[in-house]
């Protein structure tokens, strides 16, 4: 039989592109959605058939990190053979005007998971998403044995997620890991995050639909990669016999001003001439420097990024071009509009 996995946060950039490279490899996968009162499915909508067919690999339930109950009747009647939890609301700027909901969900989601798990019975492998956010004002480079220091609600709660994975693991003999991922993006990456918030303006800018951008801190540096690349080392982690937390990062770290200088200059621009300043953009808390240090993900689990930021930066103003470009021709299907269609701060998104 196939094995079945189950996906929280399966509508965001990494839970589609999990969902993809699972049903390659034979998985029935379930996924848990929230519901809501317009469809959230535009990532995943290319992979679904209806499930009264043969042929039907994924499968949606609605549930949220917030209702424990429901996680524990779920988890039982899938009987999922690995469980990925990526759901928690994902935003650092964010988490610094919702805290509050930032800990229930990103921190407490966490534990009514791993309770769903332990309570179930279910003998089931667990990956909990941990993010560098962990390190903050730690400098870099970052592994797994660096001392963690956050600098955010969104950093602090991931902070417990790992800590009590880890508790539950050793107390529980659960086969739990935390992924330590540094930042990772893609065409599909959210439209207020900083990477696709500038490919986006590139792609409006070019086509005379947009005049400026408005940025916070151009000195942060970060570590970024390409996320279809790290779900496979999600899944790598789950496939090794014992359990064990890794760091996935490239190794190298550009500053947002570089990323910006190399997604204007791909499309012709002068980043200068369309970049203003807006200080409600800055944390209250900056992170200044995050550049993962991959060895232990390579060594044991023959994982190695080949896309980092510079190359990532290029491949996003592509495909944020295209979509524009297509937005305008009626026979231009969804899943292809979906990098551009949301409505959302559109142009001018939140960092």
């Not at 317009?38 to 043969?54: A, E, G, K, M």
């Not at 524990?72 to 009987?79: M, R, S």
């Not at 065409?187 to 916070?216: C, N, S, W």
Request: proline share 5%; hydrophobic share 35%; charged share 25%.
């Amino acid at each position: 039989m196939a094995k079945r996995a189950l996906i929280t946060g399966i509508t965001g950039q990494d839970g589609s592109y999990l969902a993809e490279l699972l049903i390659s490899k034979g998985y029935e996968v379930h996924g848990l959605i929230r519901r809501a009162s317009t469809f959230n499915t535009s990532r995943i909508d290319h992979l679904y058939v209806d499930p009264h067919v043969s042929e039907a690999r994924l499968f949606l339930h609605y549930g949220d990190l917030s209702d424990g109950a429901r996680l524990v009747t779920l988890l039982a009647g899938i009987d999922p053979d690995e469980v990925y939890n990526l759901a928690a609301q994902s935003h650092v700027r964010v988490s610094f005007d919702e805290p509050e909901h930032t800990a229930d969900t990103t921190g407490t989601g966490t534990i009514r998971m791993l309770e769903a798990v332990r309570l179930s019975g279910i003998k089931t492998r667990f990956y909990q998403a941990s993010s560098s956010e962990l390190y903050g004002a730690t400098p870099p480079p970052q592994n797994e044995d660096t001392p963690f220091y956050p600098r955010s609600p969104y950093a602090a709660a991931k902070l417990y997620s790992y800590w009590i994975t880890k508790n539950y693991r050793e107390a529980y003999g659960l086969f739990a890991v935390n992924g330590i991922l540094f930042n990772h993006e893609s065409p599909r990456r959210g439209e207020t995050f900083v990477t696709r918030k500038i490919t986006r303006a590139v792609a409006a800018i070019k086509a005379g639909k947009q005049d400026h951008l408005y940025m916070g801190n151009l000195d942060s540096v970060r570590d970024w990669g390409y996320a279809p690349e790290y779900v496979e080392g999600m899944w790598r982690m789950l496939q090794v016999d014992e359990p064990e937390d890794f760091v996935l990062a490239t190794g190298v770290g550009i500053t947002v001003r570089e990323f910006l200088e190399i997604a204007f200059t791909h499309a012709g621009l002068n980043w200068e001439d369309h970049v203003r300043f807006d200080d409600r953009y800055l944390r209250p808390t900056e992170v200044d420097a995050l550049i993962g240090d991959p060895s232990r993900a390579g060594k044991k689990l023959d994982w190695v990024p080949t896309i980092n930021g510079r190359e990532l930066a290029r491949l996003m103003v592509d495909a944020d071009i295209e979509a524009l470009e297509c937005a305008g021709r009626p026979w231009i299907d969804k899943v292809q509009l979906e990098s551009w269609e949301t409505p959302t701060f559109r142009g001018t998104g939140l960092p």
